[in-house]
């Protein structure tokens, strides 16, 4: 792979409720280079991909022996770890910790909890590698991380499913619709949607609005600076309301979790689904070949191709003990011949340019995507602020529930803007 796959801006998750528990790994014996101090290096990590974690330990293993100090990776299940960080990078920080990149790392930058490591990017000469996926971990010019895998969100779909409907991916709004009357016809929900975890009902906030009003736009409404009455954010639920009202998605999806929603995909009970690749986890092995991926339909053809793209990272806490170590470990973490082999069990999109195709077609589908896309944003909950962001999940969540109450959860959002921005 030669392109980098963010040459434009940057922009959740690996997930699967497999892995918790803490893994100490140690072995001593080994020449250990100065910078180590031979000290303990404890890493966070929200690793929920039991392979990827496996390789994690593995890496941090194979580290402990060739620096001859002891390596502690503490693995916590992925939604726990968003509430405990806000505690233990005040007291009791990690050396390393995993964590996004964007609006949610520049939050903790803001407050002095996230270590510049600027020195290990000149060192390495990772801008060299990265490209603009660099300015996914830069604030005022400095690094505070390092950028890990991403994921290219989009319309998922069964390729039997499509191929017994006659259906092909819907290009424009009209094709959805369109498709949507295909799926009902044969007793297929159209959309699996479940918002139980609040976030998927703002990915598709999201893309509607990308798509209706473009990037600019819409990271200024990210950004606070924009109001949640602005007539043109109408258009958004006035089309995702029609929606809703044609029964386009999963009856009670506040009752199911992203997994269970993607169950009914893999079950062929529901037509296509707004996720990331992680929805691959829902799918039994044997039925992994079916999976296929497409953008999002095109709305207004006005507006510029604009899409989703997380950008996940990993980070030195400012008040970590073993700072030189912690830049020890990533200096060898990040190597391609680690990252990859880390990156490739949870289908993530690799931010250097240096790493080898991988053998996940949904990834490479993902990469030469990306190649068209004249710029991302990230997701709703790591484009804006973390409080208002929290206001939008549920707000959205209600929205598709009850969508005669848009009105006053507008406003609910709009006082929230305000009281946050101090406007």
């Known amino acids: 792979m030669t392109f980098n796959l963010l040459g434009r801006q940057s922009g959740r998750r690996a997930f699967l409720k497999q892995a918790g528990a803490v893994s100490a790994v140690a072995m001593a014996g080994f020449p250990m280079p100065a910078i180590a101090q031979a000290q303990d290096i404890n890493i966070i990590s929200d690793e929920n991909n039991a392979d990827a974690l496996a390789i994690l330990r593995k890496i941090a293993d194979d580290f402990g022996k060739q620096a001859g100090v002891k390596v502690v990776v503490n693995n916590m299940d992925h939604e726990a770890h968003k509430t405990a960080i806000r505690n233990y990078l005040v007291a009791g920080a990690p050396d390393i910790c995993f964590w996004f990149s964007g609006n949610r790392m520049r939050a903790f930058v803001k407050r002095g909890l996230f270590d510049d490591i600027s020195d290990l990017f000149e060192k390495e000469k990772y801008k060299d590698v990265l490209g603009a996926a660099a300015g996914a971990v830069t604030v005022d010019g400095k690094q505070y991380g390092l950028p ?39 007793n297929l929900t159209p959309i699996a949607m479940g918002t139980k975890e609040l976030w998927p009902a703002a990915g598709w906030f999201d893309q509607m609005n990308l798509r209706i009003n473009g990037l600019d736009k819409h990271m200024a409404l990210m950004n606070g600076e924009m ?62 070949d079916q999976l ?59 931010p250097r340019n240096d790493l080898p195709p991988s053998k996940d077609p949904l990834v490479n589908i993902a990469v030469e995507t990306l190649k068209t896309v004249q710029s991302t944003s990230q997701y709703y909950d790591r484009d804006s602020d973390p409080d208002m962001a ?13 969508p005669e109450r848009r009105d006053a959860i507008l406003q609910r959002l709009e006082g929230t803007r305000k009281r946050i921005y101090k406007i």
């Open 148 to 186: 890990t895998g991403g994921t290219l969100w989009g319309m998922f779909y069964r390729k039997d499913v499509f191929t017994q409907l006659g259906a092909t991916p819907p290009a424009n709004w009209d094709d959805l619709v369109a498709f949507g009357a295909k799926c009902k016809s044969a």
């Open 227 to 288: 109001s949640y009455l602005d007539p043109s954010l109408k258009p958004v639920f006035d089309q995702w309301e029609t929606l809703i009202k044609q029964g386009f998605f999963t009856p009670n999806n506040t009752s199911f979790g992203w997994q269970e929603a993607g169950a009914l995909l893999a079950q062929k009970k529901a037509g296509m689904m707004n996720l990331g690749a992680f929805v691959r986890y829902a799918f039994p092995k044997e039925d992994l």
């Open 292 to 350: 296929a991926f497409s953008t999002f339909p095109t709305i207004d053809p006005k507006v510029g191709h604009f899409e989703e793209f997380s950008l996940n990272s990993v980070h030195i806490p400012a008040n970590a003990k073993n700072k030189q170590g912690a830049r020890e470990f990533l200096s060898y973490f990040y190597r391609p011949e680690n990252l990859g082999p880390y990156l490739e069990p949870g289908g993530n999109v690799p």
């Open 390 to 402: 929290q206001a939008g999940l549920v707000g959205f969540q209600e929205f598709m529930a009850k």
